[in-house]
């Protein structure tokens, strides 16, 4: 095959080309194009194979990433956009910049990539497609997009045809594909295992309501190949199109694109002058380079909103935990169910002295986040509607401006205000997503008169209209005009069972954090293993923080009553997770009484910051341990969290990261020698030391352990 390298061609050279080829017997299908990352290290190739369809490889130090895969479309209701084309147009470029995010793991990112565009054009159809590639240090992102034309205004996909053709049979981090739900337990296994497997994985879910047909995985997926690459196949900025799963092959190794439908199994509706998501593979042989990969938010648009000085990070406290536990709260006021929203006089109800989100709880909240040091208080269960919360059955579920009885909104903002706390708006949904659509004005302009600027969103249940899914193009632009619609208010957003994110907090940054992944809800559930956390940060965190709500120190939840789930980690593995998952909006989970039982360790969740200006990845396997060290925002002080998996390991604490020539205080907060996450967690020993750039500090994990460290200049 011969291969010329082209940097750029108008029209005029693109025929000159063309007579060229002709009179040495080839065709624009030989014809193929070679981009190379900044460092030399990946190589990706672009050509038009048999049969005129574009394909794509990319090797890493000269290793197969993605084998020779297809590109293209499948168009309701049978055409074939995936096939004889020609080429008509290319384009190759370099940009090397840098930008700053609101907030973030560090305040500077560098964007450097060389990108090449490629335009093509059916021959049969005359209709085109281009696709952009841009490749990266650490990885490509490609995406495709239809230019405005006469022959081709808007067609809606059956699905996509993109292929990602693996080398072999890889050690995978999985979740099995579900139009409905993310929150799964990892699955770790070789690709040829996800059959045998995938069902087993789907039955542990709760939430498990419409799965894929096929032998379908979720994205972010991990992967490890037997030759020491590390791959994370994945998407960014998903806009107004379905979210991408990925079916396999599990004898060739070959994934291909799995568009979410509605439930009419229309993959996605597209007007020409729009284009896909990037699709992206991170690639390195170093595990630390995925988790400091900044390749997503890279490809996704700037900051669109001009005033950003109201976006800021949180550590929270809240009425939360102890609707999980099994003690006796409930987010409803009254076991009444014959309600009706809009008309119902809660007054004149019974209330059934369990609600959790009444006024004078809430103040001791607010008077132990006062005394702490916490900037917010979230709240659920304060409005209207809890009784009878079956989105599917009705689409009229609660109120978002009228507040139960025992809850004063005007008395709490009043108090809140007075010590210098926020209160967290929360606006469950049930999944009732037309009704909030209907409210979401008049539910932003509440928390403007109330004096709330931050809402946990939430989405349980299947949809209403009952023809979507969670994870298809209508929700997806649901989400984004949500986060849209309250910047317009200054409200940040916190999404919980949304679509996984994927990038779009750079363009939004008010979209703080989501949860989208099983998170320590399920830990009343008996349902987190020791290794989940040291594999969330390579697949759900790729895409964006997550709230995944840490801090649990009374891990035992029979002392509440009849719960008998137990927590997965060790306390001082719960300290770590501060800094090993990373979000902006960080909550000390727990009972605030169950934190004045262990002030000194609580220290640590007061001090930990959540924002920062570097991040450093000290060590990383997926599935085992993750050891990350931070440095605060605007101060001269760091934070490590190690932690590790159901094995004790030994950490390797390189702290070089410090600057040189100085001395500095660390705060250890590590296992004891007996502790254990089955049978003493709470075994952790507090001591202070003295550190340098030049000191090494070999620390043991206990089994499902960690470390967690403060340090600050003497």
């Not at 696709?131 to 034309?149: A, K, N």
């Not at 002392?559 to 998952?581: D, E, P, S």
Request: aromatic share 12%.
């Amino acid at each position: 095959m011969l291969k010329v390298r082209v940097l750029s061609f108008n029209s005029i050279d693109m025929k000159k080309l063309i007579v060229l080829l002709g009179l040495f017997g080839m065709s624009l299908a030989a014809w193929a194009q070679t981009l190379t990352s900044p460092n030399g290290k990946l190589v990706m190739d672009f050509h038009l194979a048999e049969g005129n369809v574009p394909v794509y490889s990319l090797t890493y130090k000269g290793k197969e990433v993605i084998k020779e895969s297809r590109m293209g479309f499948l168009i309701r209701p049978s055409y074939e956009f995936d096939k004889n084309f020609r080429i008509i147009e290319t384009k190759e470029d370099v940009s090397d910049t840098t930008w700053n995010p609101v907030w973030g793991q560090n305040c500077v990112v560098r964007d450097y990539h060389k990108e090449l565009f490629v335009a093509l054009q059916q021959e049969n159809t005359g209709w085109q497609f281009n696709i952009r590639f841009r490749l990266f240090d650490d990885g490509l992102g490609f995406r495709y997009e239809f230019p405005v034309q006469k022959e081709l205004r808007h067609f809606t996909l059956n699905e996509e045809v993109t292929e990602f053709c693996l080398s072999g049979n890889h050690k995978a981090f999985w979740i099995p594909a579900d139009y409905d739900t993310n929150e799964f337990q990892i699955t770790t296994s070789k690709l040829a295992e996800v059959p045998q497997l995938i069902d087993e994985a789907r039955n542990e879910a709760l939430a498990c309501k419409s799965p894929s047909p096929n032998l379908a995985v979720q994205t972010p997926l991990m992967l490890k190949s037997d030759d020491g690459l590390y791959i994370n196949i994945h998407e960014a900025a998903l806009v107004n199109y379905p979210a991408m799963h990925l079916n396999l092959d599990a004898k060739t190794f070959r994934m291909s694109a799995h568009l979410t439908p509605d439930k009419n199994g229309v993959k996605g509706f597209i007007q020409t002058g729009s284009h896909t998501p990037w699709r992206t593979v991170v690639v390195s042989d170093d595990a630390r380079d995925i988790l400091a990969s900044n390749l997503i938010a890279n490809l996704n648009e700037p900051c669109k909103l001009e005033d950003t000085s109201w976006i800021k990070p949180v550590k929270y406290v809240g009425v939360w935990w102890e609707y999980f536990i099994g003690g006796g709260s409930t987010w409803a006021y009254t076991d009444t169910q014959d309600i009706v929203i809009g008309e119902t006089d809660y007054s004149k109800l019974k209330a059934n002295g369990h609600h959790g989100a009444n006024t004078a709880h809430v103040k001791e909240y607010i008077d132990f986040a006062d005394e702490h040091g916490f900037d917010a208080v979230l709240v659920e269960g304060w409005n209207e509607g809890w009784e009878d919360n079956y989105a599917y059955a009705k689409e009229y579920i609660y109120s978002f401006t009228k507040a139960y009885p025992d809850f004063d909104v005007a008395e709490l903002q009043r108090y809140a205000a007075e010590k210098g706390v926020k209160i967290i708006m929360h606006h469950e949904t049930t999944s009732s997503v037309v009704d909030y659509e209907r409210q979401m004005h008049d539910a932003f302009r509440f928390m403007n008169r109330y004096g709330y600027d931050a809402v946990k969103t939430g989405y349980v249940g299947p949809i209403i209209p009952r023809s979507e899914h969670h994870d298809g193009q209508w929700m997806v632009n649901h989400y984004n005009r949500v986060a849209e619609t309250a910047a317009k208010y200054k409200i940040m957003v916190n999404s919980h069972e949304a679509v996984r994110p994927t990038g779009l907090c750079r363009t939004y940054p008010n979209w703080i954090a989501q949860e989208s992944a099983r998170g320590t809800e399920f830990e009343s559930f008996n349902g987190i293993r020791p290794d989940h956390q040291t594999i969330l940060p390579f697949t759900r965190l790729m895409g964006g923080p997550m709230d995944y709500t840490p801090g649990i120190f009374e891990g035992d939840l029979s002392v509440y009553g009849n719960n008998k789930a137990k927590l997965g980690t060790t306390l001082v593995k719960q300290l770590a997770l501060y800094v090993t998952m990373y979000s902006p909006l960080q909550m000390a989970a727990d009972l605030y009484q169950n934190y004045e039982k262990h002030l000194d360790a609580f220290q640590f969740i007061k001090d930990v910051a959540v924002d920062w200006d570097n991040t450093y990845i000290l060590e990383a396997e997926p599935g085992d341990y993750i050891t990350i060290a931070r440095k605060a925002k605007g101060k001269n002080e760091w934070f490590v969290g190690g932690i590790t998996d159901e094995n004790a390991r030994e950490a390797c604490i390189d702290f070089s990261f410090l600057p040189k020539g100085k001395k500095y205080q660390a705060i250890v907060y590590a296992d004891g020698k007996k502790a254990h996450w089955k049978t003493n967690p709470k075994d952790y020993v507090i001591s202070t030391r003295k550190v340098s750039s030049k000191t090494i500090l070999k620390q043991r994990l206990a089994p499902s352990g960690g470390v967690a460290i403060s340090i600050r200049e003497i």
